[in-house]
């Protein structure tokens, strides 16, 4: 496979007083599609510059294929990056925009357009290969950024938030076909995207990032269903969050006493001990919401309450069930489903349940 | 789209541009006229013309001594445009890059506000034989007597491209600002080293500031004559040191006047090169566009 491991090692960067990574270590494979993923500001730009060559860090440590590559100026390194505003160059035709990096070295004229034009269909744009970047649409530009950050075949390739200036529908389709070109070309992206949705959909791994740390790195599965902090969960996608004690452990799982609400069961403690303090996260499609009297398992998590809110999305309802304690839970049902919940309003008296494994420990202090 | 509506919507288009066809009427085209025609007329003896045509102005200028005017007209404008663009664009680069633009802006302007001669004889002061330079490099006992540092073609050229420097960085610094330096991380993302970044990427995207830059120093440049005076000699005189002596000292009107038609044909030659090169520029890039349809 072509491609090029990263690792990146104990990379911390400061602007000034304010420091924009705190220590940062990943370690990406041969051939990934790998995102950096977190909210705005969080460092995802920066610490892609520092792999790029635009920004030193302060200090750490970036090897690609196991070598240093610090002391090496952005034009030494291979690997190429989409800029976030394409960088086009406004003077030269898309033909020449991709040819860019061919002539800047000695490659035969047949050689060189043939290049030109076979990375132009992988884009398909070869009919557009004689007009200049402003006779582009958006997501053509894009996919001109893309064909000249491949034409030199890098072994990474650097992807800042190359969709955010799409539209949502024409975004959709070019992240499809990004994902294709990564499985064409096999080399190694990282791709820096603050929308959860783009970063679940391609990834084979995800770093979820927060002010200069990276919190959590794991697959789309992993990241989305077992978040490994309050942060992680909350931002990927909608999450309930309940506050408790573990209180016991025993038979098939822990009882955490989550204060007023009563007690939920996890079946995964992750190391904590009785007598801990614990945040849990579960997800709200993960939720099965009942009519009041259709009797809960016993294996299950359930409580009761009544709707407070109820809103039709589309392919799914979302409903706000307050439950006695006063804590809000969110329910996703997709419709289809069994048909259970069908029909359900404001004010109605339900039963909110769901499976103790499907709850999870995100934080802990021990107590 | 219907007819009467469209008939309707007057264009006012000649009427806004009518102030502007008056002044360049009145402050441009008659003057040039006059210029062009005084310049086929005889010469009266005590200045002026007389109502006669005559192309004696034109065929005197066929000199061995007009010709070496002409000669350093040409050198010494290109060289001192040359060096000014040179070091402007550096200078401008740094400006728009900079966070105190318009601190940097307004040191570059300063040197304006003090008159053109002012300005040429604070440099005689530095460059005299008694001047700033000569007295330190003696009182160091560097050099024993005083070093000619006027009267040179260096001496003049360096005070054009002081003159210059502003005019040319004006224009750069407004179309560099302008550019997304953005560019240049890309160029060097895909194999450019800084200097080729510089010169394939941000040199083509300004090349409009470049063409006024060296416009706005050559054209005014091929008429100077005031720092030949002061600073150069008899041998460095220009053109317009030419005209201004057959206005002022041989009262032969209609050979200034032929001096200065030659002038602007020398200004205009330059004009056509450079708007033939982008004529050439457009050309190549639509055969090239024909081309790829056809393949
Ligand atoms: N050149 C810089 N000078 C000062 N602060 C900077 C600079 N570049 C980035 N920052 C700061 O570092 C933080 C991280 O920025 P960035 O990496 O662009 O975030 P992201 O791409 O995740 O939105 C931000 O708070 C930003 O303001
Ligand atoms: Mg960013």
Redesign the pocket.
Known sequence: MKGATIGISGITKS??D?Q?LKGVSLDIRKGEFFSLL??????????LRIIGGFEEPSSGRVEIDGEDILPLPPNMRHANTVFQNYALFPHLTVYENVAFPLRLKSIKRKSLDELVMYYLRLVELDGHAAKRPSMLSGGQKQRVAIARALINEPSVLLL?EPLSALDAKLRHHMLMELDQIHDKVGITFVY?T?DQSEALSVSDRIAV?DRGNVLQVGTPREIYESPSTTFVAQFIGETNIIDGTIESSGGRWFVVDAGGMGRVKVTDPRGYRVGDRVTLTVRPEKLRITPLGMAATEDSNSFVGTVDESVYSGFLSKYYVRLESGAVMRVFRQHGDQGEGEGLGWDDRVCVSWNPRDTFIVEGARG | MSGPKRRRKRNYGTIYTLPLVVWFTLFFLVPLLIIVLFSFLAADIDGGVLPRFSIAAFTGLAKPRILKLFVNTIWVSLASTAITILMALPCAYFMARSKNKTMLLILVIIPFWTNFIIRIFAWKSILEANGVINSVLMGIGLVASPLQLEHNWAAVILINVYTYLTYAILPLFSTIEKFDFTLLEAAQDLGATKMQAITKVLLPNVRSGIVTAVFFTFIPLLGSFVVQQLIGTKDMYMLGNEINDNIYKYFDWPTAYALAVALMMLANVGLVFVMMSERKQARTLGARRVDEAAA
């Open positions: 602007f000034g304010f924009a977190g909210p705005s500001g969080c460092g995802k730009t920066t610490l800042d820096v603050h990032m």
